[in-house]
């Protein structure tokens, strides 16, 4: 009869130790998880801050490389150190991390149509024509490839809603037939006002009418806007007026740009004038590229003439895309620069104009 009692307090304390037992168990799992969590984390902070260590090293690299550039040479083109893949790659062996992969990329954003240059400045009621006939036909060459409605004129469409995005002081007169202002935008969803100003990233090309992405994007057959069309270029002429001068580098434009830069008729010359520029005898380039006529030297040109309003052979802009890679993970960083003096010195630097990490 005794022994119940006994056996019951045994089986109690039995269940007391499961459960402490269990307790203990999950609580050391649960820190455990915690721990290896916290790790894990920091693990990612210290791989982010190297991977945006990396980016920053490569961007200052392409700076470095700019500046000596403009130390010794008049013109900018393809033919330069800053454009050539081969000795980017070598320059970034001198910064070269014990772990993870670098790579950088310099552009000229020169080499793009400025689409801030649509307007004349300072008023910006006014097309700036020669601007207008270039995006006319680069627009055309693009759409080329798509379908639209006979009844329909995309690239005008697109040029006169650019001018009234653009323009400012007159929100209730659009251009042509085609334009659009705030009451176009007003009956969308989402709604949303015309800006009436300069265009300050590039992505507001999407929010303009008649800018599809299909555009915007490109695809194998259409020029994407996203790669021709930059929204810098802007030169202060006092504190209170700004101009958008709109010049083509014809040393360093793409294709597409090119061919815009040509009469329709002589379109197919674009690629001679792309291939002129890359051509070597051995291991040195062929052709000098300084003057702004010499593209007239391209075999077949003939008396060809592109507007001197339209090109140049400088640049004082670039786009710098460096690409950092760490493990598993990744960092894109894209900085616009413009080579400019600084005034105390007058010595030549480059000032960041945006950085935009991905």
């Not at 520029?277 to 592109?306: C, F, M, Q």
Request: with cysteine; hydrophobic share 40%.
């Amino acid at each position: 009869m005794d022994a119940k009692p006994t056996n019951n307090k045994r089986g109690v304390a039995i269940l007391i130790t499961l459960t402490i037992i269990t307790l203990m168990i999950v609580t050391t799992l649960e820190l455990n998880r915690q721990a290896r969590s916290a790790v894990l984390s920091a693990a990612t902070t210290r791989d982010r801050i190297t991977l945006s260590q990396m980016t920053s090293s490569a961007v200052n690299l392409a700076m470095a490389i700019l500046l000596k550039d403009k130390a010794t040479s008049e013109t900018d083109s393809v033919q330069e150190d800053w454009a050539d893949a081969e000795k980017i790659k070598a320059a970034l062996n001198s910064i070269a991390f014990e772990q993870g992969n670098l790579t950088l990329k310099i552009s000229d954003e020169r080499g793009r149509i400025q689409v801030n240059a649509l307007v004349q400045y300072p008023n910006v009621q006014d097309f700036n024509e020669p601007q207008r006939f270039l995006l006319d036909r680069f627009l055309r060459l693009a759409l080329s490839s798509i379908e639209t409605s006979e009844d329909i004129d995309p690239a005008n469409t697109i040029i006169n809603s650019l001018k009234d995005w653009l323009d400012s002081g007159d929100d209730n007169a659009i251009t042509g037939l085609s334009g659009a202002e705030s009451e176009y935008y007003q009956d969308l969803d989402p709604s949303y006002n015309c800006k009436n100003g300069p265009i300050t990233h590039i992505g507001e090309l999407l929010m303009i009418k008649g800018v599809a992405s299909e555009l915007f994007y490109g695809s194998e057959d259409i020029p994407a806007l996203l790669a021709s069309i930059t929204v810098n270029g802007m030169s202060e002429i006092d504190p209170k007026t700004i101009d958008f001068e709109g010049k083509i580098n014809i040393n360093t434009a793409d294709l597409p740009v090119l061919m815009a830069l040509l009469p329709e008729e002589s379109r197919d010359l674009a690629q001679a004038i792309y291939d002129y520029r890359i051509e070597k005898t051995g291991s040195v380039y062929t052709h000098e590229l300084s003057g702004d006529t010499w593209y007239k030297n391209v075999p077949g040109a003939g008396d060809i003439e592109i507007d001197p309003d339209l090109i140049t052979t400088k640049s004082d802009l670039f786009r710098i895309e460096a690409m950092a890679a760490l493990y598993d993970m990744k960092m894109n960083v894209t900085a616009v620069v413009k080579r400019t003096t600084e005034k105390e010195s007058g010595k030549y630097i480059c000032r960041v104009l945006s950085w935009e990490p991905k």
